[in-house]
């Protein structure tokens, strides 16, 4: 089966800290992995895409690794600010048009 | 990328009654779009993918009697919640997807729509 988690599932750190969000798969055939960033009551926005080819992606503060072999992604936030609180959502696509949800860590940063 | 709105953005209804929600995507014309299912502090659940001028394809567990999909144009879907009851109160979710070709087609979420059965 096809599983998608996420640790930690919630994380509350002070502004200015450098953050990891971990990502894992159980089946490493993956075609692609795509980062979302959902804020309460809202829909989704995507961050960051990376394609099985690629081992990162870099966009601002945001950076998202990829090791396929180990199943494994994280997002690198870098200096948080308070705006940068959110659920952060991992997604993965097989070789279909289907999307697989991680569980999703929500995160809070505080002033 | 693509802008796609729902309607309502939030609904509360009664027990027994039937709820719409449309997905539009304003600029794209959209061949296939998505109908997610969100519980509170829970994972995005894939419900079913709407496709234009044919029926919807249902995941495992979804009862396609009780959530009816039309997707009549390429710029329009629905999702009607039939008979509601308490445990439908969720928050609903459309996406579709944007074909930039190769692995970087990407799919473009509405803002959701939350429902509450009393």
């Known amino acids: 089966k096809q599983e998608v988690t996420q640790i930690p599932a919630a994380l509350s750190v002070p502004e200015g800290e450098n953050l990891v969000l971990n990502c894992s798969f159980t089946?490493?055939?993956?075609?692609?992995l795509q980062w979302f960033r959902q804020d309460p009551g809202k829909g989704l926005t995507s961050l960051l895409l990376i394609q099985s080819s690629q081992r990162e992606q870099t966009s601002g503060r945001l950076n998202a690794s990829l090791d396929k072999s180990s199943g494994r992604s994280t997002l690198y936030i870098a200096a948080s600010q308070p705006g940068d609180s959110a659920t952060y959502l991992c997604?993965?696509?097989?070789?279909?048009?289907?999307?697989?949800f991680g569980t999703g860590t929500r995160l809070q940063v505080f002033p | 990328g693509a802008v796609v709105s729902q309607h309502p953005s939030w609904v509360i209804c009664k027990s027994g009654t039937s709820v719409k929600i449309e997905c539009r995507s304003l600029?794209?014309?959209?061949?296939?779009m998505f109908w997610y299912r969100q519980f509170p502090k829970q994972s995005l659940m894939l419900m079913a993918t709407?496709?234009?001028?044919?029926?919807?394809?249902?995941e495992q567990g979804v009862e396609k009697d009780k959530f009816l999909i039309n997707h009549a144009s390429l710029t329009l879907s629905t999702l009607t919640v039939t008979s509601a009851h308490p445990e439908d109160s969720s928050f609903y979710i459309c996406?579709?997807?944007?074909?930039?070709?190769?692995?970087?087609?990407?799919?473009?979420f509405g803002p959701g729509t939350r429902l509450t059965v009393l």
């Open positions: 997604a993965v696509r097989y070789n279909t048009d289907k999307l697989i």
């Open positions: 709407s496709n234009e001028g044919s029926k919807a394809t249902y």
């Open positions: 996406a579709l997807w944007i074909f930039a070709g190769g692995s970087t087609d990407t799919q473009y």
């Open positions: 089946d490493s055939a993956i075609y692609n």
């Open positions: 600029d794209f014309q959209a061949t296939t």
